[in-house]
């Protein structure tokens, strides 16, 4: 049914809003089975192959990739845009279902090197389906797999650049506490008090759970020959 709506949605023969009010004012059996699958119709698919690829990752919970998604900053020689089947614009992750003939057409084929390409430049990872990904249930299972992992590790690498900048940004502060005179003893638990910019970054680095990794910087800078008797710890 969903599949079927995507279609008729696709060809311009209705709309999902219309398809709604259509279910609301109208009673007849199985009526309630196509409520319940017009709420999992989007709009923007270009094959019922790409929508039984969105159906598959929701059935096993992956859900929130954007239909038909833009990639901005990119687009083909000709001026047309650069458009992935189903993205996760904030993990860049990018999901295309390749059908027969993006092997056996060659232009085809060369622009999708081409995308993916340019694409993988940019960030992205661009995950492959073919008809074997959807054949049975262990393939789909083994598709969900790997599309989870893809999130998760970007996901990490997200977090991991976050944490980067924090160190980065409390080591800085550090230095800079530093090379004004403040001793060091008056860079513990006193240090929170300094005003609602340092409580915020000390508490985030805390959060982010990459105290250890400040405290070791601090070590090292501290472990630096004295510039002058400002330097000197008591």
Not at 42 to 68: H, I, M, N, Q
Not at 123 to 145: F, Y
Not at 168 to 188: T, Y
Request: glycine share 8%; net charge positive; charged share 25%.
């Amino acid at each position: 049914l969903v599949e079927l709506a995507e279609s008729q949605m696709r060809h311009g023969r209705t709309t999902k809003e219309k398809l709604a009010v259509f279910l609301e004012g109208n009673s007849f059996r199985g009526r309630r089975k196509c409520q319940l699958a017009l709420l999992l119709v989007e709009s923007g698919s270009d094959s019922p192959k790409e929508t039984e690829l969105r159906l598959c990752l929701l059935s096993y919970g992956l859900s929130g990739f954007a239909v038909g998604y833009v990639v901005s900053g990119i687009s083909f020689e000709n001026g047309a845009a650069v458009t992935l089947d189903l993205a996760d614009p904030e993990l860049k992750i990018g999901i295309e279902y390749d059908g027969d003939h993006h092997r056996t057409d060659k232009m085809q084929w060369r622009r999708d090197v081409w995308k993916r390409r340019q694409l993988e430049s940019m960030g992205w990872t661009i995950v492959a389906v073919t008809q074997l990904d959807l054949s049975d249930e262990p393939h789909r299972a083994a598709l969900v797999m790997n599309v989870a992992m893809f999130v998760r590790v970007n996901r990490v690498i997200r977090c991991v650049a976050y944490a980067g900048f924090l160190v980065e940004m409390l080591s800085s502060r550090l230095e800079r506490l530093i090379m004004s005179g403040c001793r060091i003893g008056d860079l513990a638990h006193p240090m929170l008090a300094r005003g609602p910019v340092w409580r915020g970054a000390v508490s985030s680095a805390f959060d982010e759970g990459i105290a250890g990794s400040v405290f070791m910087r601090f070590v090292a800078f501290r472990s630096r020959p004295a510039i002058s008797s400002r330097f000197v710890v008591p």
